[in-house]
């Protein structure tokens, strides 16, 4: 029996901000990037206030709403912050969102995790899984055997610690618990975690009792935690692959439930149903993971292979305003990759501009004193990709890769990020081979943090776009570019695809 962790930060962007700024965190506050939410604390939920809702509707709904838009790059590449005084937000037009900030902070409390338990993997920018299995038997002794937190249990379920497996999963609350206290006390943000068996429910329970509090799932209400959950809130079936799922029940099952449970699903479908959409192995995965079964394991993350900075603006034939978002660009890459040179000790060796499907490269200047210096190499690349004669333009990427490191491997100081253990090198060789695809142009790329920081840009993007049409709009995944493509009613059969079917779901 094992025991994970889920750790999340609450409301993550804000905590950041009330942090930052001294704002009382029972004041009303949301994140906003250009005119849309991006994030909103408590305070502001309990009066109505939604992400991706606009910045003026959120004022009509909570006047008291304090909006602090994240920090942007001008077009001389210096760093724009803003507060509650700010009276002005920045123009799109002129500007790029830098998420450097919250990277910043994220990197701090990943530390506090991995001071507690190094079998620890980043999930997103503010959560983490932690494998505290083998912790909960080895500090057993200092911990009172004692549930922290909300625990699931049947109506007359008893609480008794009366197993083995109850008693590591109290001992991992506890453990759980001074590791969301270490986070507070030191940096004053609040998290909220899940402690089960596996990574699929530790992570659909972490959001149960939200903000500020953690729930624990004993095996015993497993099976009825898989009833009661919808199948699209669980890990690896948001998106494409829940769907596929649900579609298999007849139209009125699905009119008729309000919650579509895996049990409900298992109902109704067989294995054998599967085996035919996904494969026998695959299937044997998805049953598996309807009963609350996952094996996946707990694996340290690499060191990101690349960072990507993009920007999607305005169609424009305009040469020099096309270099002035190049600028921008660079500044970013230079921020980013200075920051990324102090915590790995490393350098990158590639610059390369995709620029209307062309990609070219060149060496990255090293050593790099300022933005200017990779402006100038983006430029000259930017005529090697064609200059004025691939215009109009309304797209442009740059991207830092080829790292090597600065000084001796044996001699660095092992961050967290740097500790790979024989199992994760494998992991991290096998990683590299996978295809990973942007869930919304297909692009694709080679770390799931790459895609993640090419990600932003789309999200910024979909704001834009919700502006543009003051109306709320869901953005649709498409489908990854694959090299072999399948129609629609094909069987989804070898590894790969399924693959395919939950990268496009991932979340950030
Ligand atoms: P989440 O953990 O999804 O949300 P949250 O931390 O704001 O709130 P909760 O208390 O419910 O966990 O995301 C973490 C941060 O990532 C969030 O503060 C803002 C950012 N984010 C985006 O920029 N875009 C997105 O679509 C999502 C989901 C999050
Ligand atoms: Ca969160
Ligand atoms: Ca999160």
Partial sequence: MRVVGLIDLDCFYCQCEHVRLGIPSSTPLAVLQWNGLIAVNYAARAAGVKRMALAADAKKLCPEL????????????????????????????????SLQRYRIE?????????????????????????DLSELCFSTCSQYPCVFEGKVLQEEHGSLEIDTEAKKALAIGSQIVASIRKQVYDTLGYTCSAGIAQNKMIAKVISSFNKPNGQTVCPPEYVSRLMSTVSLTSLRGFGGKMGTTI?????????????????????TYSSLADFERIFGAKNAAYIWDCLSGIDDDQVLARARIKSIVAAKQFPLTKDIESVLKWLMLLSSEIYERVSFDSQEFSREPKSLTIHVASVSRVCTYP??????????????????????????????????????????????????????????????????????????????PFTSSSERM??????????????????????MKPITPKSKSKKKKSESVSSSKSLKDFFQVQKTM
């Fill in 66 to 97: 304090v909006l602090i838009h994240v920090d942007v790059i001008d077009h001389q590449g210096r760093t724009i912050q803003f507060n509650q005084h700010s009276k002005e937000f920045p123009d799109q037009a002129l500007s790029k969102v």
């Fill in 366 to 443: 090293s050593p790099c004193k300022s933005a200017d210096e990779i402006f100038k190499q983006a430029q000259s690349l930017l005529d090697k990709a064609g200059g004025r004669s691939i215009l109009p333009l309304s797209y442009l990427s740059l991207t830092a890769s080829n790292f090597t490191d600065t000084v001796d491997a044996s001699k660095q100081i092992t961050s967290f990020f740097n500790l790979e253990t024989e199992t994760e090198k494998k992991a991290v060789e096998e990683n590299s081979n996978e295809e990973l695809h942007c869930r919304f142009c297909g692009e």
């Fill in 453 to 474: 920081a090419h990600e932003d840009f789309h999200f910024a993007q979909e704001l834009q776009d919700i502006e543009v049409s003051k109306a709320k709009v869901r």
């Fill in 246 to 266: 649900v579609n298999l029940l007849p139209a009125e099952v699905i009119g008729e439930n309000r919650v579509i449970s895996p049990a409900l699903i298992k």
């Fill in 106 to 130: 994220s990197m701090k409390i990943m530390s506090i995790f991995h001071e507690f338990c190094s079998i620890m993997e980043r999930a997103s920018v503010d959560e983490a899984f932690l």
